[in-house]
């Protein structure tokens, strides 16, 4: 009766008070009690109608214990082949994951019942990204609820990028930039950073009032992933989230690929090819790119045996971003997959943390740490810059070397003639 003293002051104070006042007031004071009522009872007590299903949580953590996490469990031949990696690397995920968000430490409820373990709620998590799944697959096996597995499934993908995000998705630092352009020498490209192109991901419940943005070539809505991976297979940049009527050009002039480059916070490669020095490194494109200075591309009609040779071996190494995205989908199916979530927010957490995993996975491995690739036992001394660029003078400079067409058309031709020098003849 708060929100009407107005009425009721008119009422108490009226002469010709009237029944249909009085039946005014009385409607008003029932819709604001059934308004608060209504609102208790979302924020507390037994929802009516809601059925109660006794899942048998501890059991369901017995049994997932006892199958791969045990000393003597049932399934350690297929832990691998079923979670995608070691099972010290998963247990490793899972405790970060665990001391980061409190969501995912086991708890009892008000009246001393278990809820579900870290390992069930990971696992739900991991199933759903390594298999595609529904998220009411897992219930049967995990004893989890399909809209519990779906909170686990956003908590954990935030949880992952939070925790190892700035170690695993980062772009290369000086170590790693010297480790690339070794390899990149062995393979006969000096200066080589690795190889870019973008994936479309198809967008299964993109919102109707937006596919007509989201579709393009594909003829349904995609989502496109702009990456940047190394022989190894490492993934050194992903940028995710713009629509898939765009193409590569659209989506690389509104890339940060070369943010650190342009604002010198990368450190400038000297390398020499063909007599030429050269400062900045390049990555390994196709023909959709631009011909700026940072991107070697192919020679869509090569005449000549020299050019041949260079188009041959420029298109077989710039397969590795390729063969980087199919190990992605090969690894997590969800990615493979039509997403299914509705916002873009989620989506976006989805494939960051895959793609960190996937880096984890390649650490674990042990395949960044094989230098050797011609089996000489030795690389060739690489050197690594570490000048400041100073700011805005130096950072249109930058900029405008990196867009170079005569640069890029320079590279190309000492590229071809140090292919030919070291392997055609």
């Known amino acids: 009766m708060d929100r009407y003293p107005d009425i ?94 409190p969501y995912f430490v086991q708890t009892t409820d008000a009246i001393g019942n278990l809820g579900l373990s870290s390992l069930q709620k990971v696992t739900a998590a991991f199933r759903i990204l390594t298999y595609g799944t529904p998220a009411d697959s897992v219930d049967e096996y995990v004893r989890i609820g399909e809209s519990t597995a779906i909170e686990s499934l956003r908590r954990f993908v935030q949880a992952v990028i939070a925790v190892f995000g700035d170690e695993y998705l980062r772009p290369p630092n000086n170590n790693d930039i010297a480790r690339l352009l070794a390899i990149g020498e062995q393979r006969g490209f000096p200066g080589m950073l690795g190889s870019i192109d973008c994936m479309h991901w198809k967008w299964k419940n993109c919102p109707t009032a937006w596919q007509g943005m989201y579709t393009g070539h594909c003829h349904e809505p995609t989502i496109i992933l702009e990456a940047v991976a190394s022989q190894d297979l490492w993934i050194w940049h992903a940028f995710f989230g713009l629509p898939g009527s765009l193409n590569d050009i659209n989506v690389l002039e509104r890339s940060p690929v070369f943010a650190t480059l342009t604002e010198g916070r990368a450190p400038p490669v000297n390398y020499r090819i063909n007599g030429h020095d050269y400062t900045m490194g390049y990555y390994l494109a196709d023909g959709i790119y631009p011909n700026w200075s940072t991107f070697v591309k192919t020679i869509p009609c090569p005449q000549g045996l020299k050019r041949k040779h260079y188009a041959a071996a420029q298109e077989s190494i710039r397969k590795d971003v390729e063969r980087a995205f199919g190990v992605l989908q090969a690894r997590f199916a969800i990615v493979r997959g039509p997403a299914r979530f509705w916002d873009e927010e989620t989506l976006a957490y989805i494939i960051k943390a895959c793609i960190i995993m996937h880096n984890m996975i390649i650490e674990d491995e042990g395949a960044t740490n094989d230098n050797d690739f011609d089996g000489s036992g030795e690389n060739p001394i690489v050197q690594v810059s570490h000048v400041h660029t100073p700011e805005f003078v130096d950072f249109i400079q930058t900029h405008h070397q990196i867009r170079s067409n005569a640069s890029h058309s320079q590279l190309q031709s000492d590229l071809i003639e140090h292919l030919w020098q070291r392997y055609g003849q």
């Open 8 to 101: 009721l002051e008119d009422i108490l104070h009226s002469d010709e008070n009237s029944d249909d006042e009085w039946d005014m007031l009385l409607a008003e004071t029932k819709r604001e009690e059934e308004s608060r009522s209504k609102r208790r009872n979302k924020h507390r007590g037994s929802v009516p109608g809601h059925r109660i299903i006794r899942r048998g949580r501890v059991e369901g953590h017995e049994r997932l214990y006892h199958d791969y996490f045990a000393p003597n469990c049932v399934y350690d031949a297929f832990f691998r082949r079923r979670f995608r990696m070691g099972r010290p690397l998963f247990l490793r995920i899972v405790n970060g994951v665990e001391q980061y968000d």
